[in-house]
């Protein structure tokens, strides 16, 4: 042992596989990093039980694609498996840099990071759109809805969710690609243009690109702009009611405040130190997760004995199959926040607190030994600590 180990040992001891008398030391090859990070996975608490697929994938670990104006990193059911449902792109835009005109066949849903961009989206009725998003800001573009991103004075960094595991940000449709893979005859005749005007294009797609940061955004129009897009393609989690709770705060954007978010249904959840976002679970869609901000812990049950805990940082994308219970607790000394995203046009959940306030009391003992205090005192009916979807609420 180096003396260097010795030291690390004596103030702050490499994790080891013990709980009590059971495990053992590590003798072989160690990464005390990533187990400090993870330490429900090196001992974890004695209710987990059998085979689990993972639920955790860090950006940290994802290929980062370089751009000139910016970069982008993706969350896909080829870094993490079980997310069929939902893929992310963590991305960034330098001060003018822009993500192209393109399009894909997924729905785009996003939130705003840091920073901001002014985005423009085209509808079939020929309607232009085009907002400045700020931090906390979000937009949708529904499935194949041309669109594009630029980095206003501070740049700016975000998260895309699309509607279907298998996206890929490094096969959406782009103007210059299309331009690169037709005919130049073909483009003359299309536009009433001489050939070569097309003979200085570019001979593949541009992605994201340096250009130069936009003046105000009315000075920023089309040169014969038809009516704008209704209802719009960007919204604010801060357009949605905030549903206070004893260990934390929780906005929901879905359709029926976000009329565009047809298929994504959204949640920002902040749990204080020492909150939990209870016990609960979806019955409509599974859940995708995206850490912003502190640590957490998640168990998830997934019936037949199985359960596991995962452990979150900011930057981590966790997900959470359809229908399998689970908990949050916030394991640090700051808040805890996180984006819940849902494949599915209206966010919805069932509380295990809810419901047992809601079983008939005989019942219920039947099944848990547990006493009249417990069932008057302890279940919450309507004071609601989680985020039952009330459209009367708005
Ligand atoms: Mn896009
Ligand atoms: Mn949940």
Redesign the pocket.
């Known amino acids: 042992m180096t003396n260097e180990n010795k030291d690390q040992q004596t103030t702050d001891p490499l994790p080891q596989p013990k709980v009590g008398r059971r495990g053992g030391q590590i003798f072989g090859a160690h990464n005390p990093e990533v187990e400090r990070q993870n330490p429900d996975m090196l001992t974890p608490p004695d209710t987990d039980y059998g085979t689990m697929p993972s639920l955790k994938w860090p950006y940290a670990l994802s290929h980062t694609r370089v751009e000139d104006g910016g970069w982008s990193r993706e969350v896909t059911i080829r870094e993490l498996p079980e997310s069929t449902t939902l893929a992310g792109v963590n991305m960034h835009l330098e001060p003018g840099g822009v993500?192209e005109l393109?399009w894909?066949k997924e729905a785009?849903w996003a939130f705003m990071i840091k920073g901001s961009a002014r985005i423009t989206g085209f509808d079939e009725n020929g309607h232009m759109f085009i907002d400045d998003v700020e931090e906390g800001g979000v937009w949708n573009?529904p499935s194949g809805i041309p669109?594009s991103l630029k980095g206003l004075e501070n740049g700016a960094e975000f998260i895309?969710v699309f509607d279907d595991g298998a996206f890929s940000e490094n096969s959406?449709f782009s103007i210059t690609d299309w331009f690169a893979h037709t005919p130049n005859d073909v483009l003359a005749k299309n536009f009433s243009v001489p050939e070569d005007t097309f003979t200085t294009f570019a001979n593949g797609e541009k992605y994201i690109y340096q250009g130069k940061v936009p003046g105000p955004i009315n000075q920023d129009l089309p040169k014969h702009q038809n009516n704008t897009v209704k209802p719009s393609f960007s919204s604010r989690f801060d357009y949605g009611k905030k549903v206070n709770m004893k260990g934390g705060t929780a906005r929901i954007l879905d359709s029926h405040n976000f009329e565009q978010s047809t298929t994504i249904a959204a949640a920002l959840v902040e749990v204080e130190p020492g909150g939990i976002r209870e016990l609960h679970w979806h019955p409509n869609e599974a859940e995708w997760q995206y850490y912003l901000e502190g640590q957490g812990r998640m168990s998830v049950f997934a019936s037949s004995g199985k359960a596991r805990t995962y452990n979150y940082q900011a930057g981590d994308v966790g997900y959470v199959p359809f229908a399998m219970g689970h908990y949050i607790e916030n394991t640090g000394d700051t808040t805890l926040r996180f984006l819940e995203i849902f494949r599915s046009e209206r966010f919805a959940e069932i509380s295990l607190s809810q419901w047992m306030s809601q079983t008939p009391p005989a019942l219920l003992k039947e099944h848990l030994p547990i006493d009249n205090d417990f069932i008057n005192h302890h279940l919450h009916a309507d004071n609601r600590p989680v985020l039952n979807w009330n459209k009367n609420n708005m």
């Open positions: 993500r393109h894909h785009e573009f669109h895309l959406t």
